[in-house]
């Protein structure tokens, strides 16, 4: 049986659009296409004049600011978007962490440089959780964005590797406390791509040439690609997956050498 996606009549929200590389730009598009009345975010009026001008003209989206460690932030931003609909989707696709800490030895990352690279990487899925679940009262879908340094080395990443370990934890209590609820909680750990966010990473070109030449697909992949894996993840084909780490990264996680 075949099964349609179709996100009409009802909204979803995608917190860290900074431009149109984003992968939140991405996710945002592929949900709009679906039907959904879309609501974006960006951290401040910086990031604003890019993200304004992607949703202008746009039938069904709008753009509001959101800095995601400011509670009352996420709760208004979540709060407009289910004004629009009933609230089916909730994205996450935010991170940072200060440029020190993503060079040099990881042994060497201090107390302020740790705790914000967690707060704003990891710790910031909780509010806007919390302020999804409370507003998905038909179940709904909430995900977010890792990388595979989760699990392995990845020299230059450093304390990121630590904030996207605890972010993909909280992907699993998340699952396990709002199942019964009906809102599933995923993440999609992507291959390297070439956004903003990644230019902070020292070794990132290496690091996308590597993913190229190894990878049993023999290339990168593509923001498209993590858009319309996140979208199956939203939608009702993924009715039955949650707590869910899915890789789109051409492969690559599953190489030894
Ligand atoms: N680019 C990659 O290679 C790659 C690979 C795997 C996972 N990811 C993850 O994807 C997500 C999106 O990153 P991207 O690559 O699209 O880069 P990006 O720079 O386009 O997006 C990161 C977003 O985080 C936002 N942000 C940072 N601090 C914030 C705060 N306090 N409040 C609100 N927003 C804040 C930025 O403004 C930006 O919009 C991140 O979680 C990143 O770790 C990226």
Redo the contacts with the bound molecule.
């Keep these: 049986m075949a099964v349609a996606i179709d996100l009409s009549g009802r909204s979803a929200v995608v ?5 149109q ?5 991405a996710i945002a598009r592929q949900l709009h296409a679906a039907g959904a009345a879309l609501t974006i ?4 009026e910086r ?1 604003g004049r890019s993200a304004l001008g992607l949703v202008e003209g746009m039938e069904r989206a709008q753009a509001v600011e ?4 400011d509670e009352a932030a996420a709760q208004a931003a979540v709060a407009q978007a289910a004004d629009t609909a009933p609230l089916a989707v909730a994205a ?5 962490a200060n440029r020190e800490d993503l060079d040099g030895a990881f042994s060497a990352t201090g107390v302020e440089g740790f705790r914000t690279a967690l707060e ?2 990891a710790y ?1 899925l909780l509010p806007v959780a919390r302020a999804a679940a409370e507003r998905m009262s038909e179940g709904g879908s909430i995900l ?4 595979h340094a989760a699990d392995k080395v990845y020299p230059g990443y450093n304390v ?1 590797g630590v904030a ?1 370990a605890a972010l993909e934890n909280e992907v699993k209590q998340l699952a396990a406390e709002y199942g019964p609820r009906g809102i599933r909680v995923n993440a999609v ?10 230019r902070g ?1 020292s070794g ?1 070109s290496n690091m996308h040439e590597i993913h190229a030449s190894r990878s049993p697909l023999r290339r990168n992949i593509t923001q498209e690609e993590v858009g319309a894996a996140a979208l199956f993840l939203a939608s009702p084909l993924a009715s039955g997956v949650t707590g869910h780490v899915l890789y789109v990264d051409a492969g690559y996680n599953v190489m030894g050498v």
């Design positions: 917190f860290g659009v900074a431009n590389r984003s992968i939140a730009w975010t960006y951290q401040n990031m959101c800095d995601v460690l996450h696709s935010v991170a940072f704003v990487s910031s977010t964005l890792t990388f990121m996207k750990s992507a291959g390297p791509l070439n956004t903003l966010a990644a990473i990132f």
